[in-house]
């Protein structure tokens, strides 16, 4: 069965900084791959998505992820980072498996802090 | 209607009691989902319903955990006996195309057992 690997589980960034948060899998197969955002009491959201085609892929708000399918990663990125990022973010893969292809599998989860 | 209903928003019931959570999906998607999730956890798969019928009911933890969508739209998900151990927020979600497109979720039902 596929998995999903955060390895960062709280992040604290200052306004305007970089972020690069991890993620892996581990299917060796056709994946589709997901960023998802819950926002302070709000529900999932999503963020960029990748089927196939160019590995860069642009998402809402500035993030952008990149995939690397030799390293079997999907690290999402945003250049400059502000406060209303604050959020805890989800990477989610789809694998394209006899019986496994209707369903998402999360990572545990960043929770991304930005201060002011 | 404009996005997944999940109703109640919060539950809290007493251990060994029966609860039901209910979903409202988007108007036309015919795939719909549900997913458990725990605290400091991503969530994880309970079911998924095409049209009226479950597709995949592999994630269902036992056999205390049903879920129906009888009309192929409304889903409700139930649980008997209620543990402690349910306590979490149950998410709902659906989509017009497939997981491989991404979802649309619901803001989910907290369920507390106590």
């Known amino acids: 069965a596929q998995s999903v690997s955060q390895h960062n589980h709280h992040v604290i960034l200052s306004e305007a900084a970089s972020l690069e948060l991890g993620c892996n899998y581990s299917?060796?197969?056709?994946?589709?791959l997901f960023w998802y955002v819950q926002y302070p009491g709000q529900h999932l959201q999503l963020l960029l998505k990748y089927f196939s085609g160019d590995p860069l892929v642009k998402g809402i708000k500035g993030f952008e992820a990149e995939f690397i399918k030799s390293k079997f990663s999907f690290n999402l990125r945003k250049p400059s980072v502000q406060w209303s990022d604050t959020a805890e973010y989800f990477c989610a893969v789809n694998a394209w498996v006899t019986g496994g292809g209707n369903k998402l599998t999360f990572g545990t989860g960043t929770q991304l802090k930005v201060e002011l | 209607g404009a996005g997944v209903s999940q109703t109640p928003s919060n539950k809290v019931t007493e251990k060994g009691k029966y609860v039901e959570l209910r979903c409202d999906p988007i108007?036309?998607?015919?795939?719909l989902y549900w997913y458990r999730q725990s605290l400091g956890q991503g969530p994880e798969f309970l079911i998924y319903f095409q049209g009226t019928g479950a597709a995949d009911d592999s994630g269902l933890p036992n056999d205390r955990f049903f879920a129906v969508r009888p009309e192929g739209s409304v889903s409700t998900l139930k649980i008997q006996r209620t543990e402690r151990g349910d306590s979490a927020v149950y998410l709902c979600?659906?989509?017009?195309?497939?997981?491989?497109?991404?979802?649309?979720f619901g803001s989910g039902t907290r369920l507390t057992v106590v």
């Open positions: 979600a659906s989509s017009a195309q497939g997981a491989g497109y991404g979802y649309t």
């Open positions: 108007s036309g998607h015919t795939a």
């Open positions: 299917y060796g197969g056709t994946v589709n």
